[in-house]
């Protein structure tokens, strides 16, 4: 026990498994823990006299599955080996923690998403800037990026690290903090971890270089590099074996990509759906593929092309030269639909060059997954073959250039191994015949020895005459012979017994044992020498990480281009010019996600400009017109030209934005739980303070959460902001159709409304834009649609009729016209001063007041009839 607490002194914040034999036991705390998560049955120890001590423990065959139950619950795992021989041991076993696992820290495949990086990030601030630090320890992938503290979290969504590293006491996480970093694990390090020079250190020591200017890294990137260096310091304790496979850090050009914020990310739904199950820690959440964007482009060949695309679509560009460039490329792909067909087809075989790469660098690649590699490189001329044919543009001709095929590695692979490698040495034959001379006639001895026994069983047969006899073999007697209790008489004196069965008995010869002996020896050298060579290929593969890193990162970015093609083709999405102006057109836009859950041709498609003169749009019409559809779609199809894909329209001319902003109104924002009408006001502000001249902005019912005058003001005023102060393209969705009086005020404003016919008293929608607003809500004929009963629907079109009487919108207008001066000269002030509305309501009945509030849109069938039967209520007592 002496030697377990100094173990677990040295990892008191990890669970710790410790090697004994055939199983890993955990002691004390550890073992409470993992017989609460696991199931264990919890056992105790006898301590020689003290307390006992309680105990639990995995078998090492099934130490895997364990392993991911805890770190999927965000424990840290620390495994004790037995580091030396226990038959060559003198007194107690060397035992060393040879690996850490962590949520950030992973390599097994179970504890890995094929198609999502595994991030561990490292976060420091020094003054207004942010450093981030990424690394995926199981494709070796690292980036550095500096960000300001507005965008630090939407850099940090980005890379959705499974854990962050902080210094203790940083309070740069949580609520009120800069950071949100839902679901991660963090980890608090010593503050002086993440100090700059000695993040210089660590990195120039990890990648061998006199400075860190020689990784590209200029004095502006300093409190990146102090959170790199807090990072390596880290990874390097959980995996004292080293991490060869961490390629050079990238710095991330902030400036170069959109920092999109949660609220926007979710609103358009790009990997996550809204309706969707939060996405599992490490499952592959089936809400990702339908009903999001990445879904409508979940179409990749590769886990590396997979795992770009999730990157490309939270990273859009700002430069309309890269952003032409990828076009370009597609444009060149989706123009030669056969031979992508052909790069397909060959990418399709490929495994995850990337992570298997890692691993064998690591030493931790097992001879099938070697195997596997070595299929996958063997794809490559077929992928480079194609790309030749398409390869004549910019991006296309760069991938071309840098294309190393592998083909002497892919040769020493299928040189060295068989067709299909076992996953363990010694189970079957790793290394082909003819490889190894010594290991030739190794196998030989063995064969030899087989034959020989398989030899023994005739002749036996013939000497005995028994025609049953059999040879067999068992892992505890070894080769036996097998006779059956009829034949017992006719077994010869040398025999001798070793096992009686209820049918017979099993006997050896010193023959048998003699040769037994011989391929045992036999066989164990084998194991040896095929480890060697093995080993050896391994380590000539890992020796070549870069190389294979590098192809992965040409295949990664040929799969999402070509998927991008493949996409525009299936899809019908056309090539958007993207320009330095402000303009955006849209001809015949569609929502991509929306249109592909409805049959073909359903989905109704609009047009949308946005410019100078006409840079606002108020979008009005009842509830199931349309609207937040056509407000996503035209954030959406801005989005995608900015990854450099087709979009979805019959046309599109989209000046590059800086920044895109969507934000719902807090009833219609059930993300995360606290559709809290301060939620949305505090997310608006936040718009109103970054956007630019260059933003699209994106408002769908802001003002809802609360009362129609409150939040018709509010909208008012935000809009009128949007179009003085900020001057973005902006467009607002909202059903209260009070807006469109703004038009008369705000030259750059145009009203829009989703059209819907009136046949009878029915409403028909039509899904599409005109111009102009709304004249009405349609609430009550939406309420009907849902299935409210129509005593009730016939009593608010009378409600509703009262209340048009006293004039609603004419008083806010009049609240409006009547107010003081603004600053902007001139045009009188729209927000509705609030000792108006207090007078405006004095003299009211309750009733009146309590409907005043009420909106139609919002109102369940149930709560209807409960709304009612209060307004008779009180309707009546006042008589
Ligand atoms: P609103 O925001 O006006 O309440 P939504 O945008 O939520 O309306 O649209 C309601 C439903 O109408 C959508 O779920 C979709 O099924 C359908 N819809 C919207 N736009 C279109 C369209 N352009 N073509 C076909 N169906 C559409
Ligand atoms: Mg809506």
């Not at 929608?765 to 629907?793: K, N, T, W």
């Not at 045009?827 to 004095?842: C, I, N, V, Y």
Request: glycine content about 10%.
């Amino acid at each position: 026990m002496q030697q377990y607490r100094d173990i677990k002194d040295r990892h008191q914040d990890a669970i710790l498994l410790f090697r004994m034999g055939d199983f890993y036991e955990m002691f004390y705390d550890d073992a409470q823990v993992a017989s609460r998560v696991l199931g264990l049955t919890l056992t105790s120890r006898n301590n020689g006299g003290a307390a006992d001590v309680p105990l639990a423990g995995v078998p090492v065959k099934a130490v895997n599955d364990y392993l991911r139950q805890l770190v999927q619950h965000g424990f840290r795992v620390a495994i004790c080996e037995q580091v030396e021989d226990p038959r060559l041991a003198k007194g107690i076993v060397r035992r060393e923690v040879v690996e850490t696992i962590t949520p950030g820290a992973a390599f097994a495949d179970d504890l890995l998403d094929s198609t999502r990086n595994n991030f561990l990030c490292a976060l420091h601030r020094a003054g207004d800037a942010f450093g981030i630090a990424a690394v995926d320890v199981s494709t070796g992938a690292f980036h550095l990026a500096v960000a300001s503290t507005g965008d630090a979290d939407a850099v940090l969504a980005r890379f959705a690290p499974r854990e962050i590293l902080i210094a203790r006491g940083a309070q740069l996480l949580g609520p009120g903090a800069p950071i949100r970093a839902d679901g991660a694990l963090v980890t608090e390090r010593d503050s002086w971890e993440f100090d700059g020079d000695l993040g210089r250190e660590e990195l120039t020591r990890h990648f061998a270089v006199h400075g860190v200017e020689g990784l590209g890294l200029s004095a502006d990137a300093a409190v990146a590099v102090g959170a790199g260096g807090a990072l390596l310091r880290y990874v390097r304790e959980l995996q004292p074996a080293g991490l060869p496979q961490i390629t050079r850090p990238v710095l991330e050009h902030t400036g170069g990509v959109m920092p999109l914020d949660e609220m926007t990310r979710r609103n358009l739904e790009l990997v996550e759906s809204l309706r969707g199950v939060p996405d599992q820690p490490n499952g592959r959440a089936a809400a990702e593929r339908t009903g999001t964007l990445y879904g409508v482009f979940d179409r990749t060949q590769t886990p590396m092309g997979a795992r770009l695309l999730r990157q490309w679509l939270l990273a859009p560009l700002l430069d309309r030269q890269a952003i032409d460039a990828r076009l370009d490329a597609v444009a060149a792909l989706a123009a030669h639909p056969v031979e992508r067909t052909a790069m397909r087809e060959a990418m399709d075989g490929v495994r995850d060059i990337e992570r298997l790469a890692g691993k064998a660098a690591a030493g931790r690649a097992t001879p099938r997954e070697v195997g596997a590699l070595g299929a996958s490189m063997q794809r490559l001329p077929d992928v480079a073959k194609a790309l030749q044919t398409v390869g004549t543009n910019g991006r296309l001709l760069e991938l071309l250039e840098n294309w190393d095929g592998c083909a002497d590695l892919a040769a020493d692979i299928t040189s060295t191994l068989v067709e299909r490698p076992p996953v363990a040495i010694g189970e079957e034959d790793a290394i082909r015949g003819g490889v190894d001379a010594a290991l030739d006639e190794l196998r030989g001895l063995r064969d030899g020895g087989k034959d020989a026994i398989a030899g023994i069983q005739t002749a036996e047969r013939a000497r005995t005459g028994i025609a049953s006899l059999k040879v067999g073999y068992n892992r505890v007697f070894g080769y036996y012979i097998e006779i059956s209790n009829a034949n017992r008489h006719l077994v010869p004196d040398d025999y001798q017994r070793r096992q009686t069965l209820t049918g017979g008995e099993r006997y050896v010869t010193p023959a048998l044992k003699e040769y037994e002996e011989k391929i045992l020896t036999a066989t164990e050298r084998i194991d040896v020498r095929e480890r060697e060579l093995f080993e050896a290929l391994r380590a000539r593969i890992g020796g070549a990480i870069r190389r294979l890193q590098e192809v992965a990162s040409c295949l990664a970015q040929l799969d999402v281009l070509s998927t991008f093609a493949e996409v525009a083709s299936v899809e019908r999405y056309v090539r958007p010019d993207v320009t330095d102006g402000f303009d955006l057109e849209i001809l015949g836009g569609r929502h991509p996600v929306v249109e592909r859950m409805m049959p073909r041709d359903r989905f109704i498609p609009n047009d949308v400009t946005l410019q100078e003169d006409a840079r606002l749009i108020v979008l009005t019409g009842p509830n199931m017109a349309g609207k937040s559809t056509i407000l996503r779609q035209i954030g959406l199809i801005q989005l995608i030209a900015q990854i450099g894909s087709f979009v979805p329209a019959t046309r599109a001319r989209l000046g590059v934005v800086d920044r895109l902003f969507t934000r719902v109104g807090a009833s219609d924002n059930l993300v995360r739980g606290q559709s809290t009408f301060m939620v949305e006001m505090a997310e608006t502000s936040a718009i109103l303070h970054t956007a630019t001249r260059h933003s699209l902005v994106l408002l769908d019912e802001i003002g809802r959460g609360t009362s129609t005058y409150d939040g018709v003001s509010i909208a008012w005023a935000v809009t009128e902001h949007l179009h003085d102060q900020v001057g973005c393209k902006t467009v607002f969705a909202t059903h209260y159709h009070e807006l469109t009086q703004l038009s008369d005020e705000l030259p750059a404003l145009r009203n829009f409304n989703v059209a819907v016919r009136e046949v009878g008293d029915q409403v028909l929608f039509l899904h599409r834009l005109q111009p102009g607003g709304a004249d009405r809500s349609y609430g009550i004929e939406v309420g009907r649609l849902a299935g409210l009963p129509d005593a009730v629907i016939a009593r608010a079109r009378a409600v509703l009729q009262s209340l048009e009487g006293e004039q609603l919108v004419a008083a806010l207008q009049a609240g409006a016209n009547r107010g003081t001066l603004g600053s902007r000269g001139s045009r009188p002030q729209s927000a509705l001063p609030t000792d108006q509305l207090g007078l405006f309501g004095a003299e009211l009945h309750p009733a009146i007041s309590r409907l005043r509030e009420l909106d139609a849109n919002q109102i369940t069938p149930l709560d209807a009839l409960a709304i009612l039967d209060q307004l008779i209520r009180q309707a009546r007592e006042s008589r």
